[in-house]
């Protein structure tokens, strides 16, 4: 990894993004892991997750690793959902993380010499190339080894480096009885023509919260 000791680096997660990366390599992230890999590379500063919550739920699964982040070392950023019906009467449910990780990415880049993106969205782009032109290198981690790939090409230009996800899998995956097939990236929660979620907002948040644990082992 490209990483010096004394790096002031800053940690930003997609979390539904990662997820999705993750499944689609047949994994799942070991949080205390992977905090651990970045923090014996440079100076960790902050470790960001971000994802959006379904508040009208009475059990919300993803609950737990919220909870479990939250007192391990990560600085969660949460919002609710939003739900609202289309021209076609279908449910649609938002969860958008975009502008919260791209504010405080701007907002700390002053106070960091790394900027470490989990996310393969090509919307950071233009967020990427702004953190760069205040003199802060900028590593995307996402794959290209799952099908379809999980990065955006012009992300993956406009980086410093890139990270393949697979590459240090062993390092940040969790632990299982078994091997885990890898998993088509898919919505696997569409409960009829009435609920449709929107894919490029809550569709992978959604599947992060049905497969997580409630007794997790992070």
Not at 21 to 37: E, H, M, S
Not at 67 to 87: H, I, R, S
Not at 182 to 205: F, I, K, M, S, T
Request: with cysteine; charged share 35%; aromatic share 10%.
């Amino acid at each position: 990894m490209h990483f010096y000791p004394q790096e002031k680096t800053g940690l930003f997660i997609d979390g539904a993004n990662l997820y999705s990366a993750a499944r689609g390599l047949g994994f799942d992230i070991d949080y205390r892991k992977l905090l651990t890999v970045f923090a014996d590379e440079c100076r960790l500063v902050r470790a960001f997750y971000y994802t959006a919550l379904i508040e009208d739920q009475e059990y919300s699964p993803i609950r737990p690793l919220v909870d479990w982040l939250d007192y391990n070392g990560y600085t969660m950023v949460t919002k609710p959902t939003k739900e609202f019906t289309d021209a076609s009467g279908r449910r649609k449910i938002k969860g958008n993380m975009d502008i919260e990780l791209a504010i405080d990415v701007l907002e700390m880049a002053e106070h960091l010499d790394h900027v470490v993106l989990f996310s393969g969205d090509g919307d950071f782009r233009r967020l990427v190339e702004a953190v760069q032109r205040r003199g802060v290198r900028v590593t995307v981690v996402s794959t290209v080894k799952s099908q379809p790939p999980m990065i955006a090409d012009e992300l993956r230009r406009q980086a410093d480096h890139f990270l393949e996800l697979k590459d240090f899998q062993e390092k940040i995956a969790r632990a299982h009885q078994g091997p885990r097939p890898v998993r088509p990236q898919q919505d696997e929660y569409a409960n009829g023509a009435e609920d449709d979620l929107d894919d490029d907002d809550y569709e992978d948040d959604l599947d992060e919260a049905e497969v997580t644990p409630r007794r997790p082992s992070y």
